[in-house]
DNA sequence: CTGAAAGCGCTTACAG
DNA sequence: CTGAAAGCGCTTACAG
């Protein structure tokens, strides 16, 4: 049972009337319709309310107007500095409108989404912002109330009335498979190891279609997950007789995680075998060798889900936006010899 | 302005009531402090409000009681694995007594801070707890209501009375250090490039204090931050004619820059030069090479801070507790030759 | 433009 | 053990 803690009291609201002579009507109305009041009561309240370090609280006008500015991000894992990528520029967005940003870590676990979904609906979210660990079941999330006021960091069943933004998966491998061809290879290898998220079908089926354009053979490794697929792929490769020569992974992790085992194993990024990861986290920039990554635009993805929530809220409209990813050639890859 | 959400309503306490039969106190009752209602009451109303889908509104509950479930971790950096882990850590202890860990994330403005402790006691949180980007000015904290309901991940002032969860610095370097020195290293060199923490000082101080008691020369290296002050480092240590055979880094990412930045170069770790991290993080598993670092029990401190500040809740007791790092011997130090 | 009143969804002394 | 009432801190039709 939680414990309760002795909170400091800040000025009531009808204090700050009673100080600036006025009814706590007005007072409330200073601060939240600035122009249904006089100018001159208007400033006088404010500067009354300002000295006696008076704010409103959020909780009881949340309660009132059944309305607050919390607004959930919910994310599989928040130790992938992708997410925390995404979380930071998600914030700055939703500042930027006057929402707060919660931070809702679900770890896999399915039905810590329902539940952050259900809490934050009563607190009156205006609505809720999904990076999901895997597929989401559209149907699942009518249910606690946010309707279409929802958007999915993902592609989704196209039938279901949700906004999304992603990143456009296959413009992604194609930037990342070209580069490798025109490096001169012929044998690239694919890692899979994230969740079963559309994007990560899309990045496989992706991969798939570009082998059979290049008539190449398809390499493909789908066991485990994150760095640990990298690790699993490695593994495999140290012990194939016929290496691939570059491989993508699923996302930077998976990658990071494959230099790891390969070097390990006495393999040398990009010397012996070229890798390119997806995702551009800036800690590829500082990892050994620099990654060579296909770059999701993290930043304005956040503005696009917040903006997205904003429409849908206005309009009702939804809508899917799709992002074009770039390439940022750093140094784990390299020319075949 | 923040557009808002049109709320799907659940039942209300009223109409729950209705159904049951009772006064809505008695729901209330029934839900919060079972025992005050007759079991065969308490059943039925149970029954009822869950064939609803009623809960309560912690909004309401939390104006009402004047106190939330909602506790503030604020953390200066959500990209930092680091804090990721911590965060992940918290939030289970958290869950474990009921609370709520809201994640909040400053940046490195010193406002932010101030602004969300305001707002979290604004929603009535019980406590409050702070992994400070830089050196707490405990005066300053005083302000926001919180008063001892406070906990702060690092050193303070100790006649400040907050209390505190920290690794032993000391204890870590020194446990680097010797691994170090066990190895035949007899050039060592250390890497600051965190913010002005205590922790930071007290892991500047513990190598000025290993090198005196080793009778070696100290090469320190302190431009920079995270990441960064790592490859300034190494830019540093490229151009030196004589290299220390091995680097202390202040925490994981600044070794990871380092690394990156001296493979960059030429040179390698371990063979060429050994690296020791700081942090323990799971993705140094992961790294090229995998990284040896000085491991801080971050579940350990996730659940000690829940811990602390429960104590103050309940009995105003303070504490300053010093947690005990371990040495994780990976793959980044060898020996000199 | 401002005030008085009702009410958001709860909790908790106070009666009975 | 249960009910009726007051009140947490706001907002917003409704009068004036």
Redesign the interface.
């Known amino acids: ?8 009291s ?1 000025p009531s609201i009808d204090e700050v009337a009673a100080a600036a002579g006025v009814h706590k009507s007005t007072v409330s109305r200073a601060f939240s319709r600035p122009d249904a009041v006089k100018r001159q009561t208007r400033e006088h309240v404010l500067a009354v309310a300002s000295k006696m370090g008076y ?1 409103m ?4 006008q ?2 009132r ?5 919390l607004v959930p991000l919910i994310v599989p ?5 992708f997410f ?2 995404l ?2 520029a998600m ?1 700055a967005a939703a500042e930027a ?4 940003l ?2 809702c ?1 679900t ?1 896999d676990d399915g039905r810590a989404t329902a539940d952050y979904l ?2 934050m ?7 809720a912002i999904i990076a999901p660990f895997g597929r989401l079941d559209p149907a699942d999330l009518q249910q606690f ?3 279409k ?1 929802l958007v999915v960091i993902d592609r989704i069943e196209s039938a279901h009335e949700i906004s999304t933004v992603t990143v456009d998966s296959n413009r992604g491998i194609r930037l990342a498979f070209d580069h490798l061809v025109g490096l001169g290879h012929t044998s690239i290898a694919y890692v899979s190891g994230i969740a079963g998220t559309h994007t990560a079908s899309d990045r496989r089926e992706a991969y798939s279609a570009l082998i059979d354009e290049h008539a190449m053979t398809p390499v493909m490794f789908e066991r485990g997950m994150g ?1 640990g697929a ?2 699993r792929a490695a593994e495999e490769i140290l012990r194939s007789a016929a290496r691939p020569t570059a491989v993508i992974a699923a996302n930077d ?1 998976v990658a ?2 494959l ?3 390969l ?2 194993g006495g393999v040398r ?1 990009p010397q012996d075998i070229s890798v390119v990861g997806f995702d551009g986290l ?2 590829g ?6 990654l060579t990554s296909v770059q999701q635009p993290i930043a304005e993805m956040g503005r696009i889900a917040i903006d997205l929530a ?1 429409r849908v ?2 309009s009702g409209e939804i809508d899917h936006v799709v992002l074009e990813p770039s390439l940022l050639i750093r ?1 784990s890859t390299g020319p075949t010899r």
């Open positions: 049972m939680p414990l309760e803690g002795k909170p400091v800040s704010s609280s959020p909780l009881a949340a309660l107007t059944k309305s607050s500015t894992d928040i130790t992938n500095p925390g990528e979380a930071t914030t409108f006057g929402y707060h919660v931070l870590v770890g259900q809490a609906q009563a607190m009156y979210a205006p609505f109330g946010f309707g006021r760095a990298g690790e992790l990071f995680g230099i790891s085992a070097g390990a990024v800036e800690l920039a500082r990892s050994n060798p620099p904003r809220l206005e140094s």
